[in-house]
């Protein structure tokens, strides 16, 4: 199975910053991830889809980089509504795995 | 509007069934991979199965192989999960998800997800 490590499990940041969550592979997956967005008692939301392709409807300040085993979401400039719950997901092979997940909290 | 609505979770005791359904809408539903993934109290996300367009190809994590099903009804317009022998360690909230791209497992479509409570 492939293993997704997301770093860190949690950070705090303000309004306006700059955030950047790594995501790690136990193997190579090419560019087949995914990034999520889940807000408390919420089902997830798509952000980013192959690695950096942008999910309609999200703002352009979310982005994702990365191949093989080193992924990243930054998110340009923090605003209120984007403090939640990120989850990377491996779409490489089965079974498909998630992060363990980073809460971007409020500073 | 694509929309997916779960149903059947509850209360169920160690070793007990359930079948869970999602009636999908607002997207031709035999065109594209559906799955199952439950988040347990307070944890991240699990997957749990997935199912091609025409149920040609089924997948299953290890943790409910032998004990879970995942079918459809593309007539009807429906995903199922029979869930058998349950434990405790299954209790979760679980969605129904739409694959963006028929076998790109990417969900860019959820439920809201129904609650599966096993206890005693």
């Known amino acids: 199975d492939i293993q997704m490590t997301q770093s860190p499990s949690s950070v705090s940041a303000s309004v306006g910053d700059r955030v950047t969550i790594t995501c790690r592979a136990s193997?190579?997956?090419?560019?087949?991830l995914a990034w999520y967005q889940q807000k408390p008692g919420k089902a997830p939301k798509l952000l980013i889809y192959?690695?950096?392709s942008l999910q309609s409807g999200v703002p352009s300040r979310f982005s994702g980089s990365g191949s093989g085993t080193d992924f990243t979401l930054t998110i340009s400039s923090l605003q209120p509504e984007d403090f939640a719950t990120y989850y990377c997901?491996?779409?490489?092979?089965?079974?498909?795995?998630f992060g363990q997940g980073t809460r971007l909290e409020i500073k | 509007e694509v929309q997916l609505v779960e149903s059947g979770g509850g209360l169920v005791k160690p070793g007990g069934s359930l079948r869970l359904s999602c009636a999908a809408s607002?997207?031709?539903?035999?065109?594209?991979?559906m799955n199952w993934v439950r988040q347990a109290p307070g944890k991240g996300l699990e997957w749990v199965s997935s199912?091609?367009?025409?149920?040609?190809?089924?997948y299953y994590a290890d943790s409910v192989k032998g004990r879970f099903t995942i079918s459809r009804d593309n007539a009807k317009n429906s995903l199922y999960l029979q869930m058998n022998s349950l434990r405790a360690e299954d209790t979760a909230v679980y969605y129904c998800?739409?694959?963006?791209?028929?076998?790109?497992?990417?969900?860019?479509?959820w439920g809201q997800g129904t609650l599966v409570t096993v206890s005693s």
């Open positions: 192959a690695a950096s």
């Open positions: 607002g997207f031709t539903f035999s065109s594209y991979s």
């Open positions: 199912i091609s367009s025409s149920s040609s190809y089924i």
């Open positions: 193997q190579g997956i090419s560019s087949w």
């Open positions: 998800a739409r694959d963006k791209i028929s076998g790109s497992y990417y969900f860019d479509y």
């Open positions: 997901q491996q779409a490489n092979s089965f079974p498909l795995t």
